[in-house]
């Protein structure tokens, strides 16, 4: 937390304002200059409300405010949930005095239940007069985010004089009923609206759409960027590549602080025909149950690797895969190679465990991040009403 | 097991060969008449040397034989493995004074390990010696496949005079390296090879195809039909129905009997516009780890019920989905329905859990069939070798 830097003319607040019992839950994230703005969101047919609303004001391209509260979802709420978003973002934008359609809205919590709408409206005049630039604002808005998180999750990069400030919250949809991740990314930088949702939609690839705590897209996922111009003109390569790195770094946060998780897994897909095939492949040895659960007992499980891989696509064939765990050979020329399985157990007794596959077939490549299957997850997720 | 039924000119016989330490682990199922046969393989990329072997020799579309091991699939074993595949399907052929091509070889056991070929031909001529039609031919070699399971999977059916037989095995891709889903049917009824094809892929795709235990298509999944055409000339539609009835009480049997589970799970979604999206949206709600869990904790969960279903299709959206639990209406016009939440979990403490969508769209269905994720699930797949 020590490097944490705002960027120019951002002022955050957030707050408890009763949603949760005790821990913060409203956050206000604004900017007196309208910014460039860019989001991608779930692909969940049943999209909570506030996803929808947003979807609707960021066409524009521009925005001035993101409002979240955390607790409750205001998904599955029907007509209800609509009209609570519609009034949040009213609210927000008359306590602002900015137009209704520069405020974005997301929510994130337990799905099906009503949102409180009175005590958010009833706290926006204290929360916009508590704005602030200092690294408390940006730690109270942190953490206002969160619902089972154990920890905040805040990345910031300089690249010259621009900076990007990240925030995150999420832990997989592992609590019960709870949805899911939210990421917010605000930057001074001098980019125009195609290169802010292009760099975006890279980075969000590369990153958030390459993570598997338990494969399932909830109804409130959200990553949103504003850029508000303030500070230098800056090289959109740069700029993209800065941006995925932030994203992969939070990324790797969320799975680390997975309810249950012990370990993270790290898969590494190299020499593919192309980045899609890289990607996918990736992705499904990391969301393999088989694979996760090897994963957490410590057993290099070759079967488990190359069947989830295989599972995946049919560009497995070809020159013959290689795969290796924690740096030691484990397949190649389409059978299993001989290796010290005490030995490799013991490495993968570490907190961070590698999978890389070598396709042998082309020069793309692609890395999925997700974490170990243990039973304290299952216990967790079992034991809601019971 | 009271009304298992032979049909007409088939043979088996299952004995102890030496790959496995006690169990039975070889099969010979063999009709003299050649058979029309066809056979649905996994599509996993990392198929095994005996499902390459089959793919090539069904192509004909016929059939005398099919001899299967378990204890070692014979997978990732590269040129060895094929090596094995095509002698274990010659001497096979020569005991019985068949052409090779009518051979079909399948194994089922651990991945990466190599085939004790000798154990498996020495042993030929005594299997072929012991080939018979009595019950005990039936169990035998309905034992002998069988690797993590805990029961014997056999059903029969009559339509009219002729007789469908199924033998199946599988309990997931659940055990350590344990690779996977076998399933044979024998009958006399008068098909040709187009039709058994059709009837076969049919059948498939609404049993073996909407299961999930885990996810996981294996390097071995086989499921072959031979039928010799001794009995009587059938109606299409009477086979095809009868044979996915079959195929649909064998996977269920696959489901009640995987590792770890306590619970079997029924998705049925009915008022879909297509097949596609109804077979779709029940396999993702049944293969969501959310939706498993909360099933084996007895937690009507309706966000993750309806996050999976939305997950899984865009299609979700239209008239506005309803859900219910154990026949109770969770979820109608977008919202979440008020009910009985103790009540309900209560009748979730049965072992039979049935989740239903009504899509209201249109006049199709499908159902999904799966299992919980338990701690027990967890325990067994992660200590393997710690």
Known sequence: MENVTMPKGFVFAGTHCGIKKIKKDLVLFYCKDNCNAAGVFTKNAFKAAPVKLCEKHIASGSANAIIVNSGIANAATGKDGEYAAELTAFTTAKELSIKKSEVLVCSTGIIGKKLPLKKITSFLPELVKSLGCKKKNIIDSAEAILTTDKKTK????????????????GSGMINPNMATMLCFFFTDAKIGKKELKKALKTAVDNSFNQLSVDGCESTNDSVIIL???EGQQIDFKKFSSALTESAVTLAKMIVKDAEGAEKMIIVKVTGAPNTKTAKKISKSIVSSDLVKTCVHGCDPN???????????SNQCEGNGLTAKVCGTPIFSNWEMQKFDKALLGKKMTKKEITIEVNMNQGNCSAEAFGCDLTQKYVKFNSKYYT
């Open 302 to 312: 070759v079967g488990r690797i190359i069947s989830a891989a295989g599972n995946s």
């Open 227 to 229: 850029s508000n111009q």
């Open 154 to 169: 805040i990345v910031s990069k300089k690249i010259g004089e621009t900076t990007i400030l990240g925030i995150a919250k």
